[in-house]
C-alpha cells in the first residue's frame, strides 16, 4: 500500500524558510574581518522578502501535506493550495519501493531491503488492489 503527499512550494512556505535562514546582522565592510552590523527590522524584513523571492524562483520543493492513503486527497490538498495563494512545482508523489530503469527493486547494500521513497505519481499507473 502506498501513502501520498503534495510536493512543491508556496510563498508562504518559501516566506518562513527565508525568515529561517536570512541573517540579522551584516559585515560592516571593513576589509580584515570588521565587525558585524545589526539591521533594523526594515531592512531584515526586505532582505527575507528578497530571500522568499529567490526561493519561489528556484526549483527547490517541499512535502507541503501530511500524507494521505488514497491519491484523490493529495488531489483535493494541491486544489485547494492553488486557490488560496502563489505556489508552483505541485505535484503528487507517492511513497513505494524504488525501482531501476530495468523496473528491478533498487537493494540497499547494507541492510539488503528495497529501499523505499518518493515517487512522482500519475493516475495512468496506478495498480488495482
Known amino acids: 500500500m502506498s501513502t501520498f503527499a503534495v510536493f512543491g ?6 516566506l518562513a524558510e527565508a525568515r529561517k535562514i536570512t541573517k540579522t546582522t551584516k559585515a560592516s565592510g571593513k576589509v580584515g574581518g570588521g565587525v558585524a552590523l545589526e539591521l533594523t527590522l526594515a531592512e ?4 527575507v522578502s528578497e530571500c522568499a523571492a529567490k526561493i519561489m ?23 485547494l493550495a ?25 537493494i540497499n547494500k547494507k541492510t539488503k531491503a ?16
Open 44 to 47: 531584515w524584513n526586505e532582505a
Open 114 to 129: 528495497p529501499k523505499v521513497g518518493w515517487v512522482d505519481y500519475s493516475p495512468n499507473h496506478s495498480h488495482a488492489a
Open 82 to 106: 492553488r486557490k488560496t495563494g502563489k505556489c508552483r512545482g505541485l505535484r503528487i508523489r507517492a511513497k513505494c519501493e524504488l525501482t531501476d530503469a530495468k523496473g528491478k527493486p533498487v
Open 57 to 79: 524562483a528556484g526549483e527547490k520543493v517541499k512535502q507541503l501535506s501530511q500524507m494521505f492513503d488514497a491519491p484523490q486527497y493529495a488531489q483535493q490538498f494541491m486544489d
Open 9 to 14: 512550494m508556496t510563498a508562504d512556505v518559501a
